[in-house]
Nanobody
Framework: QVQLVESGGGLVQPGGSLRLSCKASGFILDYYGIGWFRQAPGKERELVAH???????TYVDSVKGRFTISRDIAKNTVDLQMNSLKPEDTAVYYC?????????????WGQGTQVTVSS
């Protein structure tokens, strides 16, 4: 079965850390561009971090210096390390995989994991 599954969300106090993990089944993540998106209540989904083989990772300005995206080829996972968390980081976080070829596009979304930053 082809799917993406996120894990690692939860409740954390401001200033704390969480590590999200996105595991792929049925396809090889390293062949895809991987993005971590988030969506807060009443807001649009936004791209937080992105990684693709052969290029540097990119981040939205609001998380630069606090979040780090990384991939583990052997485990077929992409993680998002989140440090110095703020209440405004509260959202559902989604993993997204995209591969664009000459005649086809393959795209997958995970089901999302809730991150709540609150004291």
């Amino acid at each position: 079965q082809v799917q993406l599954v996120e894990s690692g969300g939860g409740l954390v106090q401001p200033g704390g850390s969480l590590r999200l993990s996105c595991k792929a089944s049925g396809f090889i993540l390293d062949y895809y561009g991987i993005g971590w998106f988030r969506q807060a209540p009443g807001k649009e989904r936004e791209l937080v971090a992105h990684i693709v083989s052969g290029a540097s990772a990119t981040y939205v300005d609001s998380v630069k210096g606090r979040f780090t995206i990384s991939r583990d080829i052997a485990k077929n996972t992409v993680d998002l390390q989140m440090n110095s968390l703020k209440p405004e980081d509260t959202a559902v976080y989604y993993c997204h995989a995209l591969r664009i070829e000459l005649r086809s596009v393959s795209e997958y979304w995970g089901q999302g994991t809730q991150v709540t930053v609150s004291s």
